[in-house]
Every structure is written in structure tokens, then in C-alpha cells.
């Protein structure tokens, strides 16, 4: 145990929850905008999975990882459109109609995996980009300036939702569809069409951060996600449908398991033990939940669908 407290490791285990974060805070974004505007999407694990394995197929076949993250955003962009057009317009069950989504990218992606790959067969990782001078700075720099592309671009969304969310006129009427969709209907606003992009959106972001996790990995096998997904909704949750606060429900939730992961690798946790132990980041969210249960307030039309009289 004190080995874990030395800097190097202490450096490189909050380096390493930085990086767990990340498919984590790309999901939780996208459910973030979806939610605001009073659209709930329990598919989004299925989502990963489908994005996952159709990243990590690509990068199989072609080697070009960049191609596979376009991949990645189109089943995301894809899954978006069914589920938009499910519970928008023919106004489905939200709750009923993201397990769906979920039990169809647990079931294809398996599927696929074994038709096409058969066995993980491992691929190429995202490489790491370091910040020119930067990333030279003792400690400082492995914590923060030596990562790959996707997870500087992830940090970089909370700034770029939170501003859309709160100064752009789109982001102001999905607030307005998800507190009060008569209100906004009434002063012209389109329910539907806003809601729409904001699943569409929220699904090209679970399709991005399903790419993130199989870039990352240079890996796939059946159910990668294990459960990735709805921790991501209760990211949501956790952050009060705040940019800011899911970024900072993401990353103790990487911490928790980067810290986890090295005491384990360390021998510091009986094997007897590490299947609890394990679980420590999931026990985690449901304790931050019931705490927060109360005080925090969903948008009110939350799952409510809409029409017009």
C-alpha cells in the first residue's frame, strides 16, 4: 500500500482516471443535451457497443482510425434517427424504448463479433499527442499534456455544450422543450425538431465516446461497454444536467477505478476481494444519487412526450 502513495504512481494513477473518464464524459455530454430536452435514453450502452465494434472492425480491416472514428459517429448518428423517430414522433414509451435500443446493441454487436472477428484479436491504439514544452514539465505534464486527440477534444466539449446550453439559441430552446414544451410551442418554437437534434446530438456523442473506448483499448469482445452506458445517465444525474458537474461526476468515477486498478495491480487487494472491490466505482454513483436524491431538479417535461392539442 505505501507504494501507492509515492508521486509516480499517485502521477500516473490520476493519469490513467483521466483517460477512464473520458467515454464516461463524452456519453454523459451527449445524455446531458438529450435530457435537457426532456428525451431520456436508456439505449445509450447498446449505442457504445455498436459504435465500439464497428470502430474496432474498421481499424481491423483498414488500419485507418480516423476512418473508424467516422464509423463510430455514423452508428451513433444512425441509432439516433431510429430513436428519434420512435419516441418523437410516434411518441413510444422513452424508458421501454431505450432498454431496446440497449438489448439490440448488446445482441447485434455480439453477433457481429463473432461473424466477422471470432476471437479479440487485438489492433492498434490511439497514439498519444503530446503538447509541445508543455508536456515536458516534470509530473505536470504526464498528468495533463500527454494524452491522445480524442481525449483533449472530449475536455474541450464541456466549455462548447455548457456554452451552447446557455447562450445560443438552440440550447435555449431545448431547455425550454424539456421544462415546458406547451410554453415553447406556443411561442413558436418546434418541439419536435428541437428534440430531434437534441437526440441526434446526444446519439453522435454515445456513438463518439464508443469509439474513444474502442480506440483506447485497441480491443473489442462482447459486452465491452459492461455497463458504461447507463453510468453515463447516472452521470447525468450526479452533474444536475450541468456540463461542468458530469465532467466532474466522469472523473472521480475514473479515479475511483484508475485507483482500484493499480492497488490491484500492486497486490494491495486480496484476490478474494477484487470482485467487491471492483464494484467500488458503481457503489460510488449509486451513493452520490441517493445523496443528491431530492435536492437536485430533473427537467420537468423529463420523459413526458409531446403533443399538440
Known sequence: MSQFFTLSILVATLASGIR?????????LGETIGQRSGVLNLGVDGVMLLSAFFTYWTVLETGNMWLATAVGLGVGLVMGLIYAVVTV???????ISGIGIFLFGLGFSELMFR???????PVDKIAEVDIPLLSKIPHIGELFFQHDLLIYFAFGLVPIVSFMLRKTTFGMNISA???????ADSLGVSVAKTRFAAILLGNLLAGLAGATLALQLGLFQGNLTNGLGFIAVALVYFGAWRPTGVMVGALLYGMVQATVNQLKIQGSIPQSASDIAAMAPALLTIAALAVLAGRIKAPSALTRPFSRA
Open 177 to 183: 422543450v424539456g421544462e415546458n414544451p406547451q410554453a
Open 115 to 121: 461473424k466477422q472477428v471470432g476471437a479479440p484479436t
Open 20 to 28: 477512464l473518464a473520458v467515454p464516461y464524459l463524452i456519453a454523459a
Open 89 to 95: 414522433f410516434f411518441h413510444a414509451t422513452q424508458g
